[in-house]
């Protein structure tokens, strides 16, 4: 097996997304491991260092999870693979239409 250059983190298998440990081009399947499982997601865009990709579709207003907390939700649907940032990602703290955030 050839050793995967590109790296990701994820810790926990609730998170729908992982963070990316070196620049990732789009096309590339990225190897991702967490607890118990082990599995493949391929990249739809370019994925900076330090960014976030989701590990599975999201669905628009579904909470997107990283390291087992809630950090926004989707207000779009996003693609498996697909770059989660301020594009298609809106905060919950202090928002008052969004009750317990």
């Known amino acids: 097996m ?3 250059m590109h790296r990701a983190v994820m810790m926990k298998k609730k998170d729908n997304v992982a ?7 789009a096309g590339v399947a990225v190897e991702l491991r967490v607890e118990d499982i082990h ?3 391929t990249m739809r865009d370019s994925i900076a260092f330090g960014h ?8 628009i ?3 997107i999870v990283k390291y087992g907390e809630v950090i926004g939700m989707a207000n779009r649907n996003i693609q ?10 809106d905060g919950k703290r202090g ?4 009750h317990g955030a």
Do not use: C, W, Y
């Not at 963070?19 to 990732?24: F, N, R, T």
């Not at 976030?52 to 669905?59: E, H």
């Open 2 to 4: 050839t050793e995967n």
């Open 95 to 98: 928002r008052g239409d969004q």
């Open 61 to 63: 207003e579904e909470d």
């Open 19 to 25: 963070m990316a440990l070196g620049d990732i081009p």
């Open 39 to 41: 599995f493949t997601v």
């Open 80 to 89: 498996e693979g697909e770059h989660v940032h301020v594009h298609n990602l």
């Open 52 to 59: 976030k990709f989701a590990v599975r579709p999201i669905s």
